[in-house]
């Protein structure tokens, strides 16, 4: 009920940057928080940035500093600027919201994920 689209990965040189955004739409009586998580060739998934409704934010060590997630409450968007990209950071990017379809019901929902690829 909830849908999550991702846009923005791409191909980019080590030190550039890329901006990523995810929307949500359906039904939505509120989000609690929304946040990045990103698949590694590796295939190991791991939480890179979360920002709650109070706009509290958190990150991974590993993008501390190059990182920054912000939000646009007002039309469900969220986004993560990512500057200074280094090869490690080549993954799948994806979003994830959770919140509320009805006072009363919960919802999880996943984007289907954007990629992110940094050359040496």
């Known amino acids: 009920q909830v849908q999550l689209v991702e846009s923005g990965g791409g191909f980019v040189q080590a030190g550039g940057s890329l901006r990523l955004s995810c929307a949500a739409s359906g039904t939505i009586f509120s989000i609690d928080d929304m946040g990045w998580y990103r698949r590694t060739p590796g295939n190991q998934r791991e939480l890179v940035a979360i920002?709650?409704?109070?706009?509290?934010?958190a990150y991974a060590d590993s993008v501390k500093g190059r990182f920054t997630i912000t939000r646009d409450t007002a039309n469900n968007t969220v986004y993560l600027q990512m500057n200074n990209l280094k090869p490690d950071d080549t993954a799948l990017y994806y979003c994830k919201a959770n919140g509320r379809v009805t006072r009363n019901r919960e919802f999880i929902s996943w984007g289907q994920g954007t990629r992110v690829t940094v050359s040496s």
């Open positions: 920002i709650i409704s109070g706009g509290s934010t």
